[in-house]
């Protein structure tokens, strides 16, 4: 697993910038995606895929502990649809299962 400073330094390695400045750009990445989500737009990464605003309906589950049904709530996140590249990448990785 990759930590946030990890990513930042390489990210740093990769753009030649600073470390300060990699964070900065990453997080300027995060929050405009963020931004653009929250307000219904979908975020099209080139080559990569979509970040897409989800509206969940709300539904019955079950307490697992007890059986008992339980309402769950209509809330909403966020989907990620990979590009048919990055698909096609993922599958033909030399470590893909």
Do not use: C
């Not at 405009?32 to 307000?39: A, F």
């Not at 502990?65 to 649809?81: D, L, N, Q, W």
């Amino acid at each position: 697993m990759t930590t946030k400073r990890q990513l930042t330094a390489q990210i740093a390695v990769h753009a030649g910038l600073s470390k300060e400045q990699a964070a900065a750009a990453l997080d300027a990445v995060v929050e405009l995606i963020t931004y653009h989500v929250e307000r219904g737009s979908d975020v099209p990464l080139p080559g990569w895929g979509t970040f897409r605003r989800a509206e969940r309906a709300a539904r019955t589950g079950h307490n697992p502990a007890t059986g008992e049904p339980v309402e769950i709530a209509a809330s909403v996140t966020m989907r990620f649809k990979p590009s048919k590249a990055l698909t096609e990448r993922l599958t033909t990785a030399p470590d893909a299962v």
